[in-house]
């Protein structure tokens, strides 16, 4: 296996502008994603993601720096920094949104993980790891955005 990058793609009944909102929007974000967000939709802005542990309390913090903001066509950050303070290699995550179907084709694209200079078997669990969160996440934003468009 590779192990350079993770594609997936999903389909949503959402024109582009409303499925940007839902991927580059703390306020959506934490509700398919993460369980807490914060971060300024703007190129350049740091933030950070938490995720808690029901059975055990503990919080899991992330940093993030958004990269790219082009609405309503993509959304990028950069998170799992390899040192301190954001600085070394890190993970690139890019939301590619394609109005197609009267929907919109959402492509997430995870890229760098070669880069971060793990051992093979470090490289190689934290690789599964992205790949079932994306295949347990993307799922989650999908039935998200199907609840916020048919709420009247």
């Known amino acids: ?7 997936r793609d999903i389909h949503v009944d959402a024109p582009p502008e409303v499925v940007y909102e839902v991927i ?10 993460p369980d807490e967000a914060r971060f300024e939709p703007v190129a350049g802005a740091p933030g950070e993601l938490f995720w808690r542990d ?16 082009d609405p309503p066509s993509r959304f990028s950050f950069r998170w799992c920094y ?15 949104l394609t109005e197609r179907d009267q929907g919109t084709l959402v492509r997430m694209t995870e890229t760098g993980f070669r880069e971060m200079g793990w051992e093979i078997a470090a490289l190689e669990e934290q690789y599964r790891d992205h790949t079932s969160g994306w295949d347990r996440y993307l799922p989650r934003l999908g039935a998200y955005i199907t609840r916020l468009v048919s709420t009247p």
């Open 24 to 33: 580059s929007r703390p306020e959506h974000m934490r509700e398919w994603w």
């Open 1 to 7: 296996m590779e192990y350079g990058s993770i594609e």
């Open 54 to 69: 029901d059975a055990t309390g503990e919080t899991m913090t992330v940093a993030l720096t958004v990269v790219e903001v």
């Open 82 to 96: 390899s040192g301190a303070d954001r600085d070394g290699h890190s993970l690139l995550v890019t939301f590619d």
